[in-house]
């Protein structure tokens, strides 16, 4: 019996053998996996950074300013200091009234073998020359071709007698958090410099209603402004434009315009000198959870619009309180993707636009107009008031509401023609005033449909109760300016 018991426990491994065998395949495996990772990953950055340097440039701008304007940054305003450095420039300023100049500095880079040239339009604004400097050394002038303030973005054009280098333009759109980016330019003035990082967000906006900006941790500072954002193709995905930071250094939040922003803005810019943008004519807002639930939307998604003035949408019959659900074949997530959408549609083309209006689906085609021909543009006027409308107060959903009066809309700063309840006051620990409802806001819709007197509106919150809606849509002005706000009803 003995041999037997050895031969069976010579073929069972023991607890302990097991674990070292599959500690033994697990550390193979990982070293594998830290090989393939390493041959993935380049050893060196080098190769690229020479390969794409000769298109980045730097760029100088000098500017004739009044003598006695006073740098900014020197010393803070009323320092104990303020007087002796004024006293300072003084004697060394023979006519402190004779203008001078200012010299200022960014990046860029050559993107066709022409010359032309794209930077940020903050270093150039108001230049009276600019000059570029190749990584080589040479330097040219550059003529301004266009800009547009919306993106910060300019292009430049130099003349030379050669081809010059120059880089392509990446689609941004498939950058992804955590790919691998360098960014090129002269920061705080030092020469041409490289930093790499990686891809930390994507579609961040700064304070454009155009923006897209790719956020990174690569060292973007004072200078880099107008550079290049390249990923591991040698490819521009992005025109490096801001950073976040408490102290004006790189602190490893960046952001770079994206290229599919960019390269639409440059088309226009060498084809017309100018931009030219879709322009809808509608003043929109987000669509919250409680106005999709007051409206009978089944998700919450698309742009509400406030206010439709003279312009494309009302020629093609769109209304205020439509909420506008597809724009020429593209799902609208919310407002700012619907005014990027807009922007970046060619003037004069018609679009199908499909709206949501009082529970059903309504496709509207629209001409588009230009967005720069049509900044100033005012709503409509609204309804003529009831003149016999009845002047008493009542008390809904924490509001204090009143029919417009003549003497109320000349209290008020109102129009004539303004129709709609004021707002005498609000109850402070009401929903109402929690969602922003203030003295003077003036109601002019309240369940999608107008209101004029107070009957008006008991009738639309009955109307909105006996659908058995959670909550009632209002459309509320101040100022002028229109917002959508729905409120609660109670019991």
Do not use: C
Not at 264 to 275: A, C, N, P, S, Y
Not at 284 to 292: G, H, K, N, W
Not at 320 to 346: C, H, K, Y
Not at 465 to 484: N, Y
């Amino acid at each position: 019996m003995q041999p037997k018991a050895i031969a069976l426990s010579r073929q069972l491994p023991s607890t302990a053998y097991l674990r070292a065998f599959w500690f033994s395949i697990l550390t193979l495996a990982f070293v594998i996996a830290q090989t393939i990772v390493a041959q993935a990953r380049p050893e060196s950055l080098a190769p690229l950074a020479e390969e794409i340097s000769p298109s980045v440039v730097n760029i100088t701008t000098s500017t004739t300013v009044a003598r006695n304007t006073q740098p900014r940054g020197i010393v803070p305003e009323g320092s104990p200091f303020e007087d002796f450095f004024r006293e300072f420039q003084d004697r060394n300023n023979n006519n402190p009234q004779q203008p001078r100049r200012s010299s200022a500095l960014g990046s860029g880079f050559v993107i066709s073998e022409d010359g032309f040239v794209v930077t940020n339009n903050h270093v150039i604004e108001g230049a009276d020359e600019i000059l570029v400097e190749f990584f080589n050394g040479n330097e040219l002038k550059a003529e301004v071709v266009g800009t547009d303030p919306n993106t910060d973005i300019a292009l430049l054009k130099v003349e030379a007698d050669l081809q010059l280098p120059f880089v392509p333009f990446g689609n941004s759109d498939t950058a992804r958090v955590g790919d691998w980016v360098i960014a090129m330019g002269n920061p705080l003035g030092q020469g041409f410099s490289v930093s790499a990082g990686i891809v930390s967000a994507r579609n961040r906006a700064l304070s454009g209603a155009y923006d897209d900006y790719i956020q990174t941790d690569a060292a973007i500072n004072r200078g880099n402004s107008g550079g290049p954002l390249f990923n591991m193709n040698g490819e521009v995905i992005g025109v490096n434009t801001a950073i976040l930071s408490p102290n004006g250094g790189s602190i490893g939040i960046g952001f770079s315009m994206a290229s599919n922003v960019v390269t639409r803005v440059i088309d226009q810019l060498k084809e017309f000198g100018e931009t030219r943008r879709g322009w809808l004519g509608v003043r929109i807002q987000d669509v919250t959870d409680d106005i999709a639930e007051a409206m009978g939307l089944e998700k919450v998604a698309g742009a509400l619009v406030t206010s439709v003035p003279e312009g494309p949408a009302k020629e093609a019959g769109m209304q205020d309180g439509d909420v506008i659900l597809n724009f020429d074949g593209v799902e609208v997530a919310d407002t700012r993707g619907l005014v990027r959408q807009v922007g970046a549609s060619p003037v004069g083309e018609t679009v199908r636009v499909l709206v949501f209006r009082e529970g059903e689906t309504v496709t509207l085609r629209v001409t588009l107009g230009r967005r720069e021909e049509a900044d100033g543009a005012v709503p409509a006027a609204a309804p003529a008031p009831d003149e016999e409308a009845e002047p008493q107060t009542k008390d809904i959903l924490g509001l204090s509401l009143q029919v417009l009066s003549d003497d109320l809309r000349a209290e008020l700063g109102l129009e004539e023609s303004q129709a709609g309840l004021a707002v005498t006051a609000v109850d402070e620990a009401s929903e109402a005033f929690e969602k922003g409802l203030r003295t003077g806001d003036v109601i002019t819709e309240a369940g999608q449909q107008t209101v004029e007197t107070l009957a008006d509106f008991e009738d639309r919150l009955e109307e909105v109760r006996e659908a058995g809606r959670k909550s009632l849509l209002l459309l509320v002005r101040r100022g002028g300016d229109p917002r959508f706000v729905a409120l609660g009803l109670t019991e």
